[in-house]
């Protein structure tokens, strides 16, 4: 069965992942997991493969992909190694943000693109607890100085955390309580002031090393602060859309990526399955029919799906603030699709896929992670309630 469904043909031309490449990455996957290691060696191919410049632009020294060529790429790398992908789409999303910002005329953000074309790293600290309305509203708080600004705090899920050179993050400037706003910068590694602590220790998409990152006063220039906005859905401009945009839909297609793996695996695993009670095998069970037809149609939806929100964010539809609506949705529904069909597989596998040698043991468990990403689900309805029914999402600040 085809991995890669995007309809436009010059993703399939233009793919770098070679199939040898994404064999190592398939083999190396249950001993990351098993070892809760990073992909150091999945990484330093995918470096040399040249896939961490995908996004970059062809004037600034990269294969210049759109965000449906991207994805076709992520897909493949998702469905044969998914934490891998998940660790590497944190650095695609700020080369694709810096790249979205120059398509729309504001180059603010080039020296991303230059940098990443020189083999930089990118990472996002976003994620921090007890904050459930991620990049809108921090509990990190920035501090204004000459020259630049102070980060305090704690962000957890720090991607990317044994290889970055460039830290994303954002904090709140609450200096004037009347109007606070978010701070979006861009810490050096090179810079003092910040601890990475070791936290991760979870229960799944384990490669990725997302580990906690203490700021103790961590400095930032100017010149590396990407924005300052409103605190709240009144930042959300062009720059916070993009976040949104190339994050929650690299989750969405990591998280298909995976579930068509799922599919793959349990499709040949029932096909050797005997049964006493049925001649022919399990194949001939009708529920075994049944559950397998569920996770087919699934996919069949989700696929085409993903690709025409894909498509429509390249082509620069002018959806206004409805694209919050399609960018969440788009990540809940595959997110939700991939765990109920790492579920049902395991229905359908019986006692062996609870075991560590089964790929769907670990499958499971990394399906289930897709729901702790922002935004999650509580976030994501209240989102897509208010703004379908007109409710100012600003009418009661939540960070009063």
């Known amino acids: 069965m085809s991995v890669v469904s995007m309809t436009e043909a010059s993703a399939a031309r233009r793919a770098v992942l070679s ?26 191919d995918l470096r040399e493969a040249g896939y961490l410049k995908l996004g970059v632009p062809a004037e600034l020294g990269g294969p210049g992909f759109t965000m449906a060529e ?27 943000v810096a790249a979205d910002l120059r ?21 996002a600290g976003h994620a921090e607890s007890g904050n459930d309305m991620p990049v809108l509203l921090a509990t990190t708080r920035a501090e204004r100085v000459d020259g630049g600004y102070r980060f305090h705090g704690r962000k957890s899920f720090g991607s990317l955390s044994p290889v970055w050179n460039w830290f994303g ?22 810079s003092d002031g910040y601890r990475i602590v070791d936290t991760w220790d979870t229960l799944g998409m384990r490669a990725t090393r997302s580990d906690d990152t203490i700021l103790e ?21 062009p720059f916070v859309l993009s976040i ?17 793996r799922v599919r793959d695996v349990i499709v040949e695993s029932l096909k050797d399955k005997t049964s006493i009670a049925v001649a022919g095998g399990m194949v001939r069970h009708p529920e075994v029919q049944r559950g397998v037809a569920e996770i087919v149609m699934e996919l069949e939806a989700l696929g085409p799906y993903l690709d025409s929100v894909v498509r429509d964010w390249d082509a620069g539809a002018e959806y206004g603030h409805a694209w919050v609506i399609k960018i969440v949705s788009a990540k809940h529904q595959a997110v939700e699709a991939a765990w ?28 289930r992670a897709g729901r702790f990403h922002p935004a999650n689900g509580m976030l994501t309805h209240e989102l897509v309630g208010k703004l379908t029914l007109g409710v100012d999402l600003a009418a009661a600040p939540r960070w009063a």
């Open 19 to 44: 199939a040898d490449l994404l064999a190592r990455c398939a083999t190396r996957a249950p001993q990351y997991d098993r070892a809760n290691t990073f992909c150091h060696d999945d990484f330093d």
């Open 70 to 96: 991207l994805m076709s790429e992520t897909r493949r790398l998702a469905y044969h190694a998914p934490a891998t992908a998940l660790a590497v789409n944190m650095h695609h999303y700020w080369v694709g």
């Open 103 to 123: 398509r729309f005329g504001d180059r603010s953000l080039e020296w991303i693109l230059e940098r990443a074309a020189a083999g930089d790293v990118f990472a």
């Open 169 to 190: 993050l954002h904090a709140m400037d609450t200096s004037d309580p009347q109007a606070p706003k978010v701070v979006h910068a861009f810490l050096p590694r090179t």
């Open 217 to 237: 006063g961590a400095f930032v220039p100017d010149g590396h602060v990407a924005r300052v906005v409103p605190a709240g859905p009144a930042g959300l401009d």
């Open 244 to 260: 949104f945009a190339r994050a929650l839909l690299g989750f969405a297609n990591i998280y298909y990526g995976l579930a068509l």
């Open 340 to 367: 109920r069909i790492a579920d049902r597989a395991l229905d359908l596998s019986g006692g062996f896929g609870m075991f560590k040698k089964s790929e769907l043991e670990r499958l499971f468990r990394d399906a």
